[in-house]
């Protein structure tokens, strides 16, 4: 079993960077493939990137390919998602998640979640 812990979320304004952490804790993070996805007010959640276990293999929302950047770190077992030139629609609640399928878009794919952590981009 794996526990899922999101930080580095704020405020910052449009064209600002932020670069948030999901670190496992348990397992080891490269046991898992792991992903991020985002809930903005009144939408879905959705997919933005994931990450194979190892890390050879990224994959990011074809929207946000050239502004997002997925890496993951497993001797600390933490993923990074690199965030720049914030847009207000980047809005949202950032969740990390862990499971046995690379790729995979929709949230039933993934075993576990963290808590989330709010990005807010002001105009």
């Known amino acids: 079993q794996v526990q899922l812990v999101e930080s580095g979320g704020g405020l910052v304004q449009a064209g600002g960077s932020l670069r948030l952490s999901c670190a496992a804790f348990?397992?080891?993070?490269?046991?898992?493939?792991m992903a991020w996805f985002r809930q903005g007010p009144g939408k879905e959640r959705e997919f933005v990137g994931g990450?194979?276990?190892?890390?050879?293999?990224?994959g990011v929302a074809d929207a946000l390919k050239g502004r997002f950047t997925i890496s993951r770190d497993n001797g600390k077992n933490t993923m990074y998602l690199q965030m720049n030139m914030l847009k207000p629609e980047d809005t949202a609640v950032y969740y990390c998640?862990?499971?046995?399928?690379?790729?995979?878009?929709?949230?039933?794919?993934?075993?576990?979640w963290g808590q989330g952590t709010q990005v807010t981009v002001s105009s």
């Open positions: 998640a862990a499971g046995s399928r690379f790729g995979a878009t929709q949230k039933k794919h993934y075993d576990y």
């Open positions: 990450i194979s276990r190892l890390g050879g293999s990224t």
């Open positions: 348990g397992r080891a993070g490269s046991d898992y493939e």
